[in-house]
């Protein structure tokens, strides 16, 4: 995924490659361009010309009305040669009909590079990376789809935002359930979710995908880390626990109907199954702790595994906080009230 993530960045709009494509598309001739060059392209590859020149879009359009394929260095800053006829092994298996796009699939999986296909009579550009295709849409239609994602993120995190301050509630009066951690993990996770798809949105869109970059990353900011806290507060206890690592990768190994059950995400948190949703469990603090401002990560982890659950640390006097590790009586101070705010506005919210 890594490598069509990448593919698709070197021809996105805005670059000279994507600008080159687009020429030969409206010029309406095809091509079959290899984005990549070594001695297994060579073995492969027949007649035509060797020009090793510096990459231009202007220049690639022209190349592209003789027949034959066009062999390009991997960081497309040279075109290598131009007309060349591309013999890979018949034997690897393709699914595609036409030669052009045929060509295409089984050079990209024989060499390892990605391998692009312009096509004159569909007028599509696909993108061929190891097994996988992908055709290239058009700027309006991706834009389109990625607002509405955007337009669904904004619905989704306004949930989030309403159950996680439930949960701070909960967690300050003691009253937390299976289900009520299960219920915000979901959310985090849909969530993380839905901005990986508009991620790939704009990543596709290169640079008409700027404005839609910002309003991501305004209304993602802090999730990844809301959702590693709500683990940590929840880990569960003993030496053969599955570390935060593990359990974040099992919420993501989720399908979309598991991820909508409850009782899947409690499973997935190690916190047991549907007939546990109902069962009390007492954060460690972490979460609430990240909210006291210019409080260090450090310090946080000596505060937790000193008083081990939130309701000890809420009740811990300054003094108390003292006797942990790197903390002074400023910084204690500074903990009691920055827990003593939380616990006040967390309250108000619920139930004002």
Known sequence: MLRVRETLASIAPGTALRDGLERILRGRTGALIVLGHNELVDSIATGGFTLDVPFSATGMRELAKMDGAIILDSNVTRIHQAAVHLMPDHTIPSEETGTRHRTADRVAKQTGFPVISVSQSMQIIAAYVDSTRHVLEDSGQILSRANQALATLERYKLRLDEVATTLSALEIE?????????????????????????????????????????????????????????????????????????LLERLEGLSATELVDPASVAKALGLGASEHLDGAVAPRGYRLLAKVPRLPAAVVDRLVEHFGTLQKLLSAGVDDLQAVDGVGELRARSVREGLSRLAESSILERYV
């Open 174 to 246: 003691d009253l937390v359930t299976v289900r009520d951690v299960a219920v915000v993990a979901q959310r985090l996770e849909m969530v993380t979710r839905i901005a990986r798809e508009i991620d790939d949105y704009v990543l596709e869109l290169g640079t008409d995908g700027r404005l839609l970059s910002l309003q991501l990353e305004e209304l993602i900011t802090g999730v990844d880390a809301e959702r590693e806290l709500v683990v940590r507060d929840y880990l569960p206890a003993g030496k053969r626990a599955p570390s935060t690592e593990k």
